[in-house]
């Protein structure tokens, strides 16, 4: 998996609507956004969730039917697979990745199919033995969501993923709050660095927040992957369309990530070649400080550190020094190893 660059995920989710259309329309903005991959879910609403569940705080805040059950409203947002095969050709015309989550095993069969660089893991999988162990037979990357997750539930996962004979190089750990929207006192953008050094893996950031601060910081803080929710409208009645970001925001958030991953550069300190040019003109040489006869004795109170930059360094004062003048020399003029014998 290419994590030479932070991959930024574009979270379509269900905000289609469950409308090929409206996906369609995710997919554009997205490419406009200039994200690596847009990702929807995937599933059989039976196969997921019971028909006495209820919907979340956040689904019944977010959504215009208050009495609705949470397998009603989610058989609403359903896709057959043949919209996602369409939907994966079409992210292919338009140059910008697919992925989709797969919450149940036909759906994780079929997305196979497809080809997908890697399996996405939602953070209510964490605990589910045999769905992760069901994606890790595929032999496919992952990237595993954290959310609600102690870093035992966290490691006990990884140790699935690798007895099934995935390497740590294929598994990326995502940090992540399930709250929508996340109390920004919830975040502990700081966990993503504990479960790299503890977990001895690459991790990444998939956010819930509103606005665009808290993955742009977690971009700064070595995120290999920034996954965040996004929607044509917010006003859209659905229970994500209030969390996500709207395409203008969207582009910002990448076009930041792009500019803070172009800044942390190498980390070795050396001139950059943008501002090699200034050396000469900020830095100071050693210059005269007043009129000198041929003959004199070179002393201190005779020396200015002046601009510009291009002659003997103040770094060799000593070496000035006590040197005899084999010419006469006006003020203000720059000293020249010639000028000394």
Known sequence: METNKC?????????????????????????????????????????NISKQASKADYQKLNTANKTETQYEMVQKLELGFEKFSILKQYCDEKGVGFLSTGFDFPSIDFLDTLGLPFFKIPSGEIINKPYLEYVAKKGRPIILSTGMSTLHEIQNAIDIFTRKGLTRDQIIVLHCNTEYPTPFSDVNLRAMQTIREICKVKTGYSDHTLGIEIPIAAAT?????????????????GPDHRISLEPEELLKMVTAIRHIEAALGDGIKKPSPSEIKNIQIVRRSIHYAKNLKKGGIISEDDLIMKRPGNGISPMELENVLSKKLKIDVLADSIVKWEDLE
Do not use: S, W, Y
């Open 221 to 237: 803080m070595g995120a290999v992957i920034i996954e965040k929710h996004f929607t044509l409208n917010r006003k859209m009645d």
């Open 7 to 47: 991959i930024i995920i574009a979270e379509a989710g269900v905000n289609h609507n469950g409308d090929i259309n409206i996906a369609k329309k995710l997919i554009n903005q997205a490419v406009l956004a200039g994200v690596d991959f847009i990702k929807f879910q995937t599933f059989k609403t039976e196969l």
